[in-house]
DNA sequence: TAAAAATACTCCATAGGTATTTTAT
DNA sequence: ATAAAATACCTATGGAGTATTTTTA
């Protein structure tokens, strides 16, 4: 019923798409490498999916899950600043009415 | 960049604005009363705006703010759960292929 | 006075950090 | 030899609980 995950790991794992690089990611996050891994890891094993490839050497790749995930974990990230977004406006609307 | 709030907060919302009742919401989310409290409080302030209506008495009114919230905290919920959805399904291809 | 929300406080789980190891170029 | 990810461990923050107070219908 209740997602097993917070919007943090949905932004760590779209980051992660994004660099194919946890270091880099991590600095763009502004957490640690091995904070991020550490979320990476959770959300795969809390949810029983693998998101990335990262078997084989330091090449990070998306899997066809990673992919799935990612585009929607970027609506739910989306719908998420328009929640306050809106509400910030429909606030301000009271104010200058 | 990054939104002030986590998907349990969304959760909160979503179930406060249905039942109106801050304690009925709270047994729904298997959490106590004054948790569910601070939780909607937190968000309200962390992000400046009025979700609810709880000045006058003890009925629970949502504000123009809080309807433009919630609707789209459900859609950010949906597209969290259909990210570990899709993920799940894409990985039980490979393991059914 | 009863029912519901807010407040005060306490505590523990866990999110995040540092240090280190492993691995593959 | 280097660069990057994983692992181990530790700490501190804050998320959640219990007890209590406040409020109004």
Request: aromatic content about 6%; overall charge positive.
């Amino acid at each position: 019923m209740f997602p097993k995950i917070e919007l943090r790991h949905l932004q760590a794992v779209v980051v992660v798409a994004e660099e194919l690089n946890f270091t880099r990611a991590a600095h763009r996050l502004h957490i640690t490498q091995p904070t991020l891994s550490f979320q990476i890891t959770e959300v795969e094993k809390l949810n029983g999916i693998q998101l990335f490839d990262r078997g084989k050497g330091r090449e990070v790749k998306l899997t066809d899950a990673g992919r799935a995930f990612v585009e929607e974990a970027r609506s739910a990230l989306c719908h998420a600043e328009r929640a306050i977004h809106l509400a910030r406006a429909a606030s301000d609307d009271c104010g200058t009415r």
